[in-house]
């Protein structure tokens, strides 16, 4: 069965440091989007991302966000300078877009920052 | 803008008991909900979720949930519950638009107790 996969599944980081979270989606989706959780927190949206460009954005997808699609198969999520707030798991999910909703969520990236 | 509620964060149960699990939702547009279930440290994984028609939707291991509209409400249920029904239970609702973003609630803790 296709699975929504992420790399890796643990990213440490210094504050300040640039980290690129990893995604590939379900091979003929074509909506795609980052949710993150702080830890005891809710899934909180992040951005969607269709067609090359975004979609939507939360407040939350501030500048030091950004998102790409540089292939075919991977949709990546950058983090320009990470703050200690930005640690939370970061999950990536992925749509066909039919008349329904139904997204597909990879494991996840344990994001912590120090 | 649409929202969701889940007044209970934990639910401690016996084996074999059967459990409800409380979600209500607010949104000025027609949506549709969804529960998600995620397992200690795994990603989140798609439940059951009403779109139309019954309002009464079955999962393959057992969990149903009623769409109220009335009461906004679209609570989880299960006649007899397992040790491996122990994760946390996401209601999340999303707008009735292709691609359209989840808002999750804040989650419900499930714990099985032999």
């Known amino acids: 069965e296709p699975e929504v996969t992420q790399t890796p599944s643990h990213q440490v980081t210094q504050m300040g440091q640039e980290v690129i979270l990893r995604c590939v989606p379900i091979?003929?989706?074509?909506?795609f989007y980052w949710y993150r959780q702080i830890l005891g927190q809710k899934v909180e949206f992040l951005v969607s991302?269709?067609?090359?460009?975004?979609?939507?954005k939360s407040e939350i997808f501030d500048d030091q966000f950004s998102v790409e699609r540089p292939d075919g198969s991977n949709f990546t999520l950058k983090i320009r300078s990470t703050k200690l707030e930005d640690s939370a798991m970061y999950f990536c999910?992925?749509?066909?877009?039919?008349?329904?909703?139904?997204?597909?969520f990879g494991p996840g990236t344990r994001l912590t920052v120090l | 803008a649409q929202s969701v509620t889940q007044l209970d964060s934990q639910v401690p149960v016996f084996e074999e008991a059967p459990v409800e699990l409380r979600c209500n939702y607010s949104s000025s547009v027609s949506v549709y909900l969804f529960w998600y279930v995620q397992y200690p440290n795994q990603g989140l994984q798609l439940l059951l979720k009403y779109l139309s028609g019954s309002t009464l939707v079955e999962s393959i291991n057992g969990f149903e949930a009623e769409f109220n509209k009335s009461q906004t409400s679209f609570h989880l249920r299960k006649p007899s519950v397992h040790i491996s029904d122990t994760a946390e239970y996401f209601c999340?609702?999303?707008?009735?638009?292709?691609?359209?973003?989840?808002?999750f609630g804040t989650g419900t803790r499930l714990q099985v107790f032999p």
């Open positions: 999340a609702v999303s707008a009735r638009a292709i691609t359209d973003k989840l808002i």
């Open positions: 091979s003929n989706h074509l909506y």
């Open positions: 991302f269709y067609n090359n460009e975004i979609s939507e």
């Open positions: 999910a992925s749509t066909w877009g039919t008349a329904y909703n139904e997204q597909f």
